[in-house]
């Protein structure tokens, strides 16, 4: 007998990230999935979207009427960030973007399905004094639902990137998930960074030398980050990729920027996954993204709350081995004793090829 299909929405969609994530909980708990909906209004969102599932997504979900929407069983979305995050003006519910939450409350009411995931900026568990997120968890709650959330960052889920954010799920009965907690080795950048880069990518002589007269390059690969203030940090990860920093925010060993590639790895993206539009919006389409790695982690878990499929013993071993091939990478390697003002050194799992 063939097994009914779990069919779920991707909402602000973007590029896929929410997508690639639950249908590889899917193949692995061998639960059949079906995308029924899904929404973006950027138009090179589209297109990527498009290149990669085949469905482009729908515009302005604003326009779209909620019971026009197919019956599913679980809703994914990523709404958008900008009101709560510290790159923008951070005017919350009083920015018209603020207000697309209701977008996902209405559809929530009146589609009902089992169960949501959404994500945001870590920066909107304390907005406005909490009360943002506390008027956000009482909509849910008032439609019926049993939310939970927390903050985890994708440095713990095995991504060479720090990327704090805050991910929220709720249940129609009541269910409560057991929360992923991460320990995945970091990848090391070498696995993550092309090796030929074109000239294109290289910062001027100028900054080059502007950032080396603060750090000096080192034999492994760092990432440098400048904040606001123009300090200028190490780091053996990338500083959360931003879809709108400045061009020169992160730069690979203090003397060229990432790649589109290199940006979609670090969010942990597949090699598959097909880039059709041009190098600035490739870039922008990353920093707006969300870590697929810890998407990954948390959909598992609300399988598992659901009751749909099994986890794989294999998974588990795989988890085992690294650690233990970690460990022993350790024992026979250290960082390069002569770097300079390198921060927050991490665990990382055995060099893996990238081609």
């Known amino acids: 007998m063939e097994q009914k299909k779990t069919k779920f929405i991707d909402l602000f969609c973007g590029i896929g990230g929410f997508r690639f994530a639950i249908e590889t909980v899917g193949r692995n708990r061998k639960v059949p999935l079906e995308c029924v909906f899904s929404s973006d209004i950027d138009l090179e969102c589209q297109k990527t979207y498009k290149a990669n599932f085949r469905d482009p997504p729908c515009g302005d979900i604003t326009k779209i009427n909620a019971g026009d929407i197919p019956d599913h069983d679980v809703l994914l979305a990523g709404f958008p960030c900008q009101p709560f995050s510290i790159i923008g003006q951070m005017k919350g519910f009083e920015d018209i973007r603020g207000t697309l ?44 639902y049993y939310p939970e959330y927390r903050i985890l960052n994708a440095l713990d889920f095995g991504l060479p990137q720090k990327r704090e954010r805050i991910w929220i799920v709720g249940f129609k009965e009541r269910k409560y998930i ?16 092309e090796k030929d880069v074109p000239e294109k990518f290289y910062v001027s002589e100028r900054i080059r030398n502007k950032r080396w007269s603060v750090l000096k390059p080192t034999n492994e690969p760092t990432i440098w980050h400048e904040n606001k203030a123009g300090h200028i940090s190490a780091y053996p990860y990338s500083c959360a ?32 996954f097909k880039i059709v539009c041009n190098d600035s ?59 300079t003002k390198i921060k927050n050194r991490r665990k990382v799992s055995p060099t893996l090829s990238v081609k």
């Open 101 to 144: 939450f209701f977008d996902i409350a209405r559809i929530l009411d009146t589609k009902k399905p089992r169960a949501f995931v959404l994500e945001n900026v870590k920066l909107l568990e304390g907005h406005d004094k909490r009360r943002t997120l506390k008027k956000i968890l009482q909509t849910l709650t008032d439609l019926g």
């Open 178 to 193: 057991q929360w992923p907690i991460g320990g995945v080795p970091m990848k090391a950048l070498s696995a993550i960074l």
């Open 281 to 339: 919006q490739t870039r922008k389409q990353a920093g707006n993204s969300l870590p697929v790695n810890v998407a990954e982690a948390v959909i598992e878990r609300v399988f598992e709350a659901m009751g749909l499929g099994k986890s794989h013993k294999f998974n588990e071993y795989h988890y085992r081995y690294e650690r233990t091939q970690l460990r022993l990478l350790e024992e026979q390697e250290r960082y390069n004793h002569e770097r």
């Open 241 to 272: 990729l931003r879809a709108g920093a400045s061009y020169n925010y992160l730069l690979v060993n203090g003397e060229r920027r990432l790649t589109p590639r290199e940006m979609l790895r670090l969010q942990g993206f597949p090699e598959c």
